[in-house]
């Protein structure tokens, strides 16, 4: 059943980004039917563009038991917006508020040492899973400093200082299933696992994959899959349909002829080769189209793709829509599930040399948003 939830403003009169939390628990329930263990839903940067608290709950009604963000403001944020299930935050500084963290009942991943001295100091009791960087030389304990990072983490919990909830590691390359550097990154995390057992400890979380492994090897799985992406339809493994949940329109402002020899937009970088018709509409790179896509991409006009023109400004973009009958006041779909024959984030992603993660995460702030679905299962 969908119910709109927010739909306060008249919206055929700006841009506007629609969320459908139906595609999100969809996705959602796909991920709980594939994960051997518990599904952690990651909604970093608000929700991957989507809305943070709106795609926890409701993920969390269709299977996710958990929610993973990076940082702790991120963490913070979503226990002001009256969220309680378990939260994990992994990437913060080595002075960051650990005992606010603890006040609020937030798991937190330590990458070092001195994070783990930093969280233990502001114990007792506090819940960390500890790191390892198993392939990607980014955040977590390199694999020379994980035998330390154990026993340390072993006196401090039988100090009372901590508990060791979790061991966790985040794979390099599991977009390309097969290459060889998965196998040695699972082995990495295998050996991880074992070098924890017997330094004394025995977390129940152990958790390796992502969307992209959790869609294509179920020997990353462990305890739990932490999925991002994909709750919100993204898949980078290719291997799986997920439902886009993200739509983007915008009003024609203005229709203008235009006669041969016509230069539009700044740098007058498109210049008409035959008499046309130019439509205006009210977005730009402000609101998070990349400039990149400027002379490649199109949107969805009077029922067919029509290619942006010039270069897109911070406001505003041309399109061509040579003979077709639009009016002011039309509606164009810049992207959406692909459904009506638009365009989706992937066309938009690749007119701009980049993934589906960049343009949903660039999104502006000014978009107004609306939301269809109900994040809670029963509701009417
Ligand atoms: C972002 C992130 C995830 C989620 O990855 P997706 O590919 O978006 O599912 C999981 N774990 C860590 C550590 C991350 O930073």
């Known amino acids: ?13 700006q841009p506007r980004l629609h969320i459908d939390l139906d595609a999100v628990a969809a996705n959602t329930r796909l991920f709980a039917g594939r994960a051997g263990g518990e599904v952690m839903a990651v909604v970093k940067a608000d929700g991957f563009g989507h809305g943070a608290a ?27 917006d009256g969220l309680d299930a378990p939260v994990l935050s992994w990437l913060n ?14 798991d937190v991943a330590v990458p070092s040492l001195d994070h783990l001295r930093a969280v233990a100091e502001a114990g007792p009791g506090s819940r960390v899973h500890l790191h390892l960087d198993v392939d990607m030389a980014r955040d977590g304990a390199a694999p020379g ?22 061991i966790m590691g985040h794979l390099g390359r599991a977009d390309d299933p097969k290459h060889a550097a998965n196998a040695a990154a699972r082995a990495r995390f295998g050996w991880a696992l074992e070098v924890a057992r017997a330094a004394g400890l025995c977390p129940a979380d152990r958790h390796l994959s992502a969307t992209a492994a959790t869609l294509t090897d179920p020997r990353t799985h462990h305890t739990m899959c932490r999925i991002g992406a994909g709750l919100v339809g993204i898949d980078p493994s290719r291997t799986t349909a ?11 402002i203005t229709i203008r002829a235009a006669q041969p020899g016509t230069a539009v937009g700044y740098g007058h970088t498109w210049v008409a080769d035959r008499p046309t018709t130019l ?32 270069r897109i400004s911070m406001d505003m973009t041309v399109v061509d829509v ?17 459904d009506a024959g638009e365009p989706t984030v992937r066309d938009w992603a690749s007119w701009a040399d980049t993934i589906e993660h960049e343009i949903v995460t660039g999104l502006g702030s000014r978009l107004h948003h609306t939301t269809t679905g109900t994040p809670l299962r029963n509701q009417p």
């Open 145 to 166: 400093d994980w035998p330390a990072l154990c026993a340390a983490a072993t006196r401090f919990e039988r100090g009372g200082r901590i508990r060791v909830a979790g």
């Open 93 to 106: 500084p080595v002075d960051a508020d650990w005992q606010a963290a603890q006040l609020a009942n937030i």
């Open 322 to 338: 040579g003979e077709l009958p639009v009016a002011a006041g039309d509606l164009a779909t810049v992207f959406g599930p692909g």
């Open 279 to 310: 439509a205006l509409l009210p977005l730009g790179y402000a609101d998070g189209l990349p400039l990149m896509a400027s002379g490649r991409g199109d949107v969805l006009l009077a029922g067919r793709r029509c290619p942006l023109v010039g």
């Open 54 to 80: 709106a795609v926890a709950r409701t993920a969390l009604a269709h299977g996710a038991t958990r929610l993973g963000v990076t940082s702790l403001a991120e963490a913070f944020a979503l226990r002001a």
């Open 1 to 13: 059943m969908t119910v709109v939830a927010v739909a306060a403003r008249s919206t055929g009169t």
């Open 242 to 252: 997920l439902r886009p949940a993200l739509t983007l329109t915008a009003p024609v």
